[in-house]
C-alpha cells in the first residue's frame, strides 16, 4: 500500500519526503486554507517537493465549473489529479476528464454505490472517507474493504484512497483492507514511525556499545 501525505503545509510535505518513503500527497480545499496561501501557490511549491500524484480539488458544482477548473489544475503539472465530489454533475465532469487524460479522484465517497459510479465514469483514484464515517457511528473501514472486494471482482482499475484516516490503526486496517493507497495526515505519519521499544533498543545499545569504546580507549 502506498503512503499519500494528506496535507497542504509544504514544510510537512519536505520533512515526510526526507524520510523516502512518500507516494504522493492529497489536499481539499480545507487543507489549503489552513496555509493561508492561494491554491494555485500550494499546489506549484507541493509538485516541486513530491514525485508521485497531487490531488488538487475544484470549488466549482456545475460540470462545466468543474471542467474548467480540473483544466486549470492540471495544466499546473502532470502530476496533478483532480479531486472531484461524487455528485451527479461530479461524475459527468469525471467522464469528460477522463476521455481527455486527465487524472481525477472522487472524494467524499461514503457508500459502495457511490463508489461503483465513480469508477463507471472512469475515475483515476476513489477517495473513501473512513473517519467521517466512523464519526457518525458507522464502520469506515468496512467501506473500503467492501469496494477493493468489488472492484477487484469485476476487474476495475480505478484505485482506492483510504482517506479520512484518524490514527496510525487506521492505517495497518487500510492495508489490511487491501486499499491501494493510504491519505496520511502529518500527526499520524510520525506516530506511526515511533515505537517506544525502537527508542529504548536505541538506547540500550548505544550505552552498551559505550563499555567497547571504552575499552578501547583504555588499551
Ligand atoms: O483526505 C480527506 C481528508 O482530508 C478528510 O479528513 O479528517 O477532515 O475527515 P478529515
Redesign the pocket.
Known amino acids: 500500500m502506498k503512503l499519500f501525505l494528506?496535507t497542504a503545509n509544504v514544510e510537512h510535505i519536505r520533512e515526510i519526503q526526507s524520510w523516502g518513503i512518500l507516494s504522493g500527497v492529497?489536499t481539499?480545499p480545507?487543507?489549503v486554507s489552513r496555509e493561508g496561501r492561494c491554491m494555485r501557490d500550494c499546489l506549484e511549491e507541493i509538485v516541486s517537493i513530491v514525485d508521485g500524484p497531487v490531488s488538487a480539488e475544484v470549488l466549482s458544482l456545475d460540470t462545466e465549473g468543474m471542467i474548467r477548473e480540473a483544466r486549470e489544475l492540471a495544466s499546473i503539472d502532470p502530476k496533478i489529479n483532480v479531486k472531484i465530489p461524487v455528485t451527479p454533475e461530479g461524475l459527468a465532469a469525471v467522464k469528460a476528464l477522463s476521455s481527455e487524460g486527465i487524472s481525477t479522484n472522487m472524494t467524499l465517497v461514503f457508500s459502495l454505490n457511490q463508489a461503483l459510479m465513480a469508477a463507471a465514469a472512469g475515475a483515476t483514484f476513489v477517495?473513501p472517507?473512513v473517519?467521517?464515517l466512523d464519526d457518525v457511528g458507522s464502520d469506515g473501514m468496512a467501506l473500503v474493504r467492501d469496494i477493493v472486494s468489488v472492484y477487484r471482482n469485476h476487474g476495475v482499475g480505478t484505485q482506492v484512497i483510504a482517506?479520512?484516516i484518524?490514527h496510525p490503526m487506521h492505517v495497518v486496517q487500510a492495508a489490511m483492507a487491501g486499499a491501494d493507497i493510504a491519505?496520511i495526515p502529518y500527526e499520524v505519519m510520525v506516530q506511526m514511525v515511533r515505537h517506544p521499544l525502537t527508542e529504548a533498543g536505541i538506547e540500550r545499545f548505544l550505552r552498551d556499545y559505550e563499555k567497547v569504546r571504552a575499552m578501547e580507549a583504555g588499551k
Open positions: 494528506d492529497t481539499n480545507t487543507l477517495s472517507f473517519g467521517r482517506a479520512s484518524r491519505t
